[in-house]
């Protein structure tokens, strides 16, 4: 399995945040994780990196491959967030996996992440998951170079 790019962790839970980076770190999936606790910092952080306003040098950005977003948050939740992630440039979006991870298994959500051609996991976030997406959207390109 290759190494991704990056993965993004977006949640207002910190244990829950923790406990997601620390199962990346074992499975060794990627070097690069960051997390956010609400849609807000999220997006600022994608807006900037989609519009390559941000220093080279720092190793705290990349381009994501794989987002897990939480759906209720204070400050902008990750329906919010979706919306404005939709206007991002396209090329930029093409190449990232959203996941919506989260505890709700209400229709009305689910659907809603389908709008999005988002992923719906609940939570809590196993390796089997990952591996799952991991397989799903990124092994056809690793058979193809």
Do not use: C, W
Not at 134 to 145: A, L, P, R, Y
């Amino acid at each position: 399995m290759r190494k991704l790019s990056g993965i993004l962790l977006i949640d207002d839970d910190d244990t829950t945040n923790f406990l997601n980076q620390r199962l990346l770190e074992r499975m060794q999936v990627t070097d690069n994780v960051r997390t956010f606790v609400n849609g807000k910092q999220a997006f600022d952080y994608l807006y900037n990196v989609s519009n390559n306003n941000y220093e080279h040098t720092d190793q705290n950005y990349f381009q994501p491959e794989i987002i897990f977003l939480d759906i209720n948050m204070p400050v902008m939740d990750g329906f919010e967030m979706l919306d404005l992630y939709e206007r991002l440039d396209e090329d930029f979006r093409k190449s990232i996996v959203l996941a919506v991870l989260t505890t709700s298994t209400h229709p009305q959500d689910t659907e809603a992440a389908k709008k999005y051609s988002a992923e719906y996991l609940t939570k809590p976030l196993t390796s089997d998951k990952v591996k799952g997406l991991i397989d799903k959207h990124f092994s056809v390109q690793q058979e193809n170079q």
